[in-house]
């Protein structure tokens, strides 16, 4: 990861036969973050493991290209998709909003 993270949250990934991937994701994974009708990048640091499968669930802190575009509309409780161009693989939810988001959202003012 570039830098610190800037959200944890908890991921659950779709399993191969319900159309989720056919391939574990690894740490550095870097999919599409969805919410509010949009897709982000964000890449993707699992601090408990190395390797997540599909219809694992998982912790993971995110750390997104864009934060200044974030910051005040990420909030702790708040679902989201991780999404391989339109295909969700996985489901989300925040559950913690890192300082560093404000942070780097301040610094690329």
């Given at each position: 990861?570039?830098?610190?993270?800037?959200?944890?949250a908890?991921?659950?990934y779709?399993?191969?036969a319900?159309?989720g991937?056919?391939?574990?994701?690894?740490?550095?994974?870097?999919?599409?973050?969805?919410?509010?009708?949009?897709?982000?990048?964000?890449?993707?640091?699992?601090?408990?493991t190395?390797?997540v499968?599909?219809?694992?669930?998982?912790k993971?802190h995110?750390?997104?290209l864009s934060?200044?575009?974030h910051?005040?509309?990420i909030?702790v409780?708040m679902?989201?998709l991780?999404?391989?161009?339109?295909?969700?693989?996985a489901?989300?939810?925040?559950?913690?909003?890192f300082?560093?988001?404000?942070?780097d959202?301040?610094?690329?003012?």
């Amino acid at each position: 990861m570039a830098g610190p993270p800037h959200i944890e949250a908890e991921i659950e990934y779709v399993t191969t036969a319900a159309g989720g991937r056919s391939t574990p994701a690894f740490s550095g994974y870097r999919p599409q973050f969805y919410y509010h009708g949009r897709d982000w990048d964000a890449e993707h640091i699992y601090p408990e493991t190395e390797e997540v499968s599909p219809g694992d669930t998982v912790k993971a802190h995110l750390r997104f290209l864009s934060p200044k575009e974030h910051h005040g509309k990420i909030s702790v409780g708040m679902p989201f998709l991780i999404r391989e161009g339109a295909r969700t693989v996985a489901y989300g939810i925040v559950t913690k909003v890192f300082d560093q988001l404000e942070v780097d959202a301040a610094d690329l003012g």
